[in-house]
């Protein structure tokens, strides 16, 4: 079961990170949600080390994102014209 834990949280972080390579908007939104499995292995293994690592990733994730979305360009609504 460990195993499978391990691969299921290897392709989750490497799909985060390739999301984050690739500049997609959401991508810290993905790595943040990829925390709760990765709680629930540190609970269910007694591996409780891991919980660190969540909390200071997650902080990340979440600074990361704030700046992406300052970043990111504002959408301006189309101009309407009247009848």
Known sequence: MTDL???ALTL???????????????????LL???IPWTAFALATG???FL?????N????????REWQQQRPQR???PTTAP
């Open 12 to 30: 989750l972080g490497v799909a985060g990170t390739a999301l984050v390579g690739r500049k997609v908007w959401w991508a810290q939104h993905f």
């Open 52 to 56: 660190l690592g969540v909390v200071l």
């Open 33 to 35: 949600i990829t925390q």
């Open 58 to 65: 997650s902080a990340i994730y979440v600074s990361s994102a």
């Open 5 to 7: 834990w391990s691969y």
């Open 76 to 78: 301006t609504p189309a």
């Open 47 to 49: 591996q409780f080390g």
